[in-house]
């Protein structure tokens, strides 16, 4: 009788693991033709990135990327990306950071091209925003790992899966950051757009969309570099990259390969974040 006080009854229990896995075993028996179908389109658009970024010589990259520097924030920036860039090819691990690149790359692609129109959306929506926002409060705080569960499901072991978890790991903050910025312009804006005659796509596409700009530039930024910080993770499934290169080093414990492999990761994110900070600085209204 004192158990009961004392140690929590096991009468009392709630099956979530077992629903969780029913669902996730229907939806990969019932959808397996379509999941196939994605997975094919889905690995073709990252070898022809991969591909590309490693077709390319190594200092065509660099230039393309200073040029970038150099238009948006300056010849500091420019020297600074030439450096970083020698740094990671220095390094000895060019080839990996292309790979990493190109995950990135697409999965910012899915993620922003998903996640701005569901953004408009809900940025117009009062009912969707109370539907939408707790759940991507529970995506923000969810482990990273529990991404690779699911996704494992439904694809082999490869770069598609690590693909679809840092998707869906990185979408959040430009859905909650383009929401922000649409409920962000002034009513007044608005309703001076009403009262001109103008229809809900005009008011969209000339007043709001402009305005909130600068906020949707700042939640694709955050996009990018959560996308960045997966591919460590996302290398325990196949991902590939420089992610792959530190676990290589912490599973053979050759921590100088675990830490200059960490190194090349930390550099790439900064000149990605540097680069996307100038995109949010020019959308930006200048006084």
Avoid: C
């Avoid at 030439?82 to 190109?102: H, K």
């Avoid at 909650?176 to 007044?188: E, K, Y």
């Amino acid at each position: 009788m004192w158990d009961f006080f004392w140690d929590f009854p096991s009468t009392i229990s709630l099956p979530l693991d077992d629903w969780i896995d029913t669902i996730v075993k229907w939806i990969a028996i019932e959808g397996d033709a379509i999941f196939d179908f994605i997975g094919d389109k889905l690995l073709y658009l990252l070898v022809r990135l991969e591909r590309g970024l490693l077709w390319v010589p190594w200092w065509v990259v660099i230039l393309v990327f200073a040029a970038a520097g150099w238009r948006l924030l300056g010849r500091k920036m420019a020297l600074g990306v030439v450096l970083s860039m020698t740094l990671i090819g220095a390094l000895g691990f060019w080839d990996p950071a292309m790979q990493t690149l190109a995950i990135v790359i697409a999965a910012s692609i899915l993620a922003v091209i998903t996640g701005v129109p569901i953004g408009i959306v809900v940025g117009r929506s009062n009912i969707l925003g109370q539907i939408i926002r707790p759940l991507l409060d529970l995506m923000q705080t969810m482990p990273s790992f529990v991404y690779l569960i699911p996704v494992l499901m439904v694809f082999p072991l490869g770069p598609v899966p690590a693909l679809i978890a840092t998707f869906i790991y990185a979408i959040p903050p430009v859905i909650r950051l383009t929401d922000l910025g649409i409920r962000q312009v002034a009513s007044d804006v608005v309703e001076a757009a009403h009262a001109f005659g103008s229809t809900s796509w005009q008011l969209l596409v000339r007043v709001q969309l402009p305005l909130a700009m600068p906020t949707i530039m700042a939640g694709i930024n955050q996009t990018i570099m959560m996308a960045l910080s997966m591919v460590v993770i996302a290398a325990m499934i196949g991902a590939g990259g420089l992610g792959s290169e530190v676990l290589r080093g912490i599973g053979r414990l050759e921590v100088g390969h675990g830490f200059a492999s960490g190194i090349s990761i930390v550099v790439m994110a900064v000149i990605i974040d540097r680069l996307t900070q100038g995109l949010v600085r020019q959308e930006e209204p200048q006084d």
